[in-house]
């Protein structure tokens, strides 16, 4: 079983309420009933928050779906109302911090595939399915999927996996219709994302969303959308099935974990330890270069009122 980096004790804003920290956000409930989200540079990797953070990146992922969600609008309603701190915020929230309507969040990880790798490729090669989903025959590592398919997880806490699950599960849990609905929605959104993403020569292979119901009952697009720490990004001209494909990710540091430098047994209690300057530089381009090739700018401070 994997664990959890305690996390520095969130800041303290007159007129805001901490509700919780999680692995990179902390979330605070406003006097007037919205929600502030603030996402810091702390990192994850094997369901541990690492001791050492990645400089820029809660501004570099902020920025990222605050993009995304211009991109998406005419699909999807999203949950944010501004991304101007409130008063009282320290000066480093610049840039980092959306304020959003609260909802009745769906406890249903969303994740899309239109292509194999990660815990789906592992599946496959057991059973030929990824949650539940029958795959043809042949595949490997990177391979496109013949169509985008909708695979959820259950939500876990901290420190816990989050399990794949069927769309039957889903629909056992809460309801044929909203399950439908998930999916439909997720699958929409996910080819949106595809299409924009290889216009600019970049392969979305996969992405997990998070939605909620707005007082209406309509689903609305929380969290992030489309960051490196919630997709995974390939250069298309690299794309080569059968092997594990370059990504614009934190990939980098989880290769070095696992590798004999860092010294680490992932299978123990022990936390990972500290990573080097060269792992968390090249860790940052990586995360930088995904946000220029899709925004077609470099990473501002904020992007204004919404």
């Avoid at 502030?36 to 992922?61: F, N, Q």
Wanted: glycine share 8%.
């Amino acid at each position: 079983m994997s664990g959890f980096v305690v996390t520095p004790e969130p800041v303290r804003v007159e007129g805001l309420t901490h509700l919780h920290t999680g692995k990179v956000r902390d979330l605070y409930a406003a006097a007037d009933g919205s929600l502030v989200m603030v996402a810091s540079d702390r990192v994850s990797a094997y369901d541990w928050v690492l001791p050492t953070e990645i400089p820029g990146k809660g501004r570099l992922l902020t920025q990222l779906s605050l993009w995304w969600f211009d991109q998406l609008g005419d699909l999807v309603p999203n949950h944010v109302l501004s991304d101007v701190p409130p008063a009282g915020a320290p000066a480093d929230w610049d840039g980092r911090t959306l304020v959003c309507r609260r909802l009745d969040m769906v406890p249903v990880e969303c994740v899309a595939r239109g292509y194999l790798t990660g815990s789906g490729l592992a599946e496959y090669r057991v059973d030929g399915t990824v949650c539940g989903v029958a795959l043809p025959d042949g595949l490997v590592d990177g391979s496109e999927l013949p169509e985008p398919v909708f695979t959820p997880a259950t939500k876990a806490e901290v420190g816990d996996h989050d399990e794949n699950v069927s769309f039957e599960v889903v629909a056992d849990r809460h309801g044929a219709a909203l399950a439908a609905e998930l999916r439909d929605l997720t699958l929409r959104v996910y080819r949106r994302g595809r299409e924009l993403a290889r216009e600019r020569g970049v392969i979305l292979a996969d992405t997990k969303f998070e939605f909620g119901r707005d007082a209406d009952g309509a689903l609305v697009l929380a969290d992030e959308v489309f960051t490196p720490d919630s997709s995974r990004y390939w250069p298309a001209d690299e794309w080569a099935p059968g092997r594990p494909q370059t990504s614009f990710d934190k990939q980098v540091l989880r290769d070095w974990l696992a590798s004999p430098e860092s010294g680490w047994d992932r299978a123990s209690e022990t936390p990972p330890p500290a990573l080097p300057e060269h792992v968390v530089e090249r860790t940052l381009d990586r995360y930088t270069e995904i946000h220029e090739r899709l925004t077609g700018r470099k990473p501002g401070l904020r992007a204004g009122n919404r």
